[in-house]
């Protein structure tokens, strides 16, 4: 089994719009299928940084001289890349979420087919799981944390049915908390709800949102003038926020315009929105909500 598909490979690639002697960055490595894909397009010249927080993905380093794999969360890429020398790169690749190795592995606790203990962590090296989420939240964190993240309508029920159970025994399985959730999973809708619930802790235990907001404020600051981003999200979340940005230059509210109507921004937008095709879904069915986005540093 492939240790992970890569999703949109070419689209995000030719996204970055490769210069052979230029320096990129993949913020997810993962499985390589990207690191390998931007390395086969650098000349001798090139240079590619990697990074990834997850010890499993170091089994997948590449044999390259122009490859330097860094072993840490992309949310202090500017950090780690002054470390290795450098200020500016030409281009940054970020395929989110998470790897089919990590849905795969029953232990890591990120799928809703096994049965395993509550865990969720990316970096393994992290305190805080999915475990301490669900017994050590209060019921108003633990209601935000599915409201937010999994936008579950009955975040409040949610929340107050698990204090309930917990305060009787300990949640340390998948299969204890779906046993505690079985109210709440409808026959026909019990994969789709759980699979929200699940992205809502996931979230929460990886700070996955703060992490993307920490990055993308730092792209603009790393990439070289006519540089890019080539970026994947799964879900709407994470594509708000880079469509914001991305428009905007900020999260939430409007930059401040001049005189005559006109806001300056980091970016522009390159090309529309990219969707994988029907082909890529029906051999990949887990790159069916992918969104990429590119856009250039001007």
Not at 119 to 124: E, G, L
Not at 182 to 207: C, S
Not at 234 to 255: A, C, Q, T
Request: hydrophobic share 35%; net charge neutral; glycine share 8%.
């Amino acid at each position: 089994m492939d240790y992970h598909n890569p999703v949109l490979l070419h689209e995000t690639v030719d996204g970055l719009a490769i210069k052979p002697d230029g320096v990129y960055v993949d913020v997810t490595f993962g499985g390589g299928g990207h690191s390998k894909e931007i390395l086969n397009r650098l000349g001798d010249n090139g240079k590619l940084y990697a990074f990834d927080q997850d010890p499993d993905a170091l089994q997948n380093i590449l044999d390259d001289d122009r490859f330097t794999l860094i072993p840490e969360n992309f949310r202090f890429i500017k950090r780690f890349l002054r470390f290795h020398g450098l200020k500016k790169v030409d281009g940054i690749l970020g395929d989110f979420g998470v790897s089919s190795h990590q849905f795969d592995v029953a232990e890591r606790g990120f799928s809703t087919r096994f049965e395993s203990d509550l865990d969720m962590r990316m970096n393994q090296k992290d305190k805080l799981s999915a475990y301490n989420v669900i017994n050590d939240y209060g019921e108003e964190e633990l209601r935000q944390v599915f409201w937010q993240y999994g936008e579950l309508r009955n975040a409040p029920k949610l929340a107050s049915t698990i204090v309930q159970e917990r305060s009787i025994a300990k949640i340390k399985t998948s299969e204890q908390l779906k046993k505690v959730l079985a109210p709440f999973l409808p026959k026909h809708r019990e994969h789709k709800i759980l699979a929200q619930i699940y992205q809502a802790i996931r979230i929460e235990v990886n700070q996955e949102i703060e992490v993307l907001k920490e990055f993308l404020l730092q792209t603009e600051q790393l990439l070289e003038t006519g540089g890019r981003i080539s970026l994947i999200s799964y879900h709407s979340l994470e594509d708000r926020l880079v469509k914001r940005y991305i428009r905007n230059g900020m999260f939430e509210g409007e930059p401040e315009r001049d005189m005559f109507g006109n806001f300056e921004v980091p970016f522009k937008k390159v090309g529309k929105l990219v969707v994988p095709s029907n082909a890529e879904i029906k051999i990949n069915n887990r790159a069916r909500s992918a969104k990429l986005r590119i856009a250039e540093k001007i």
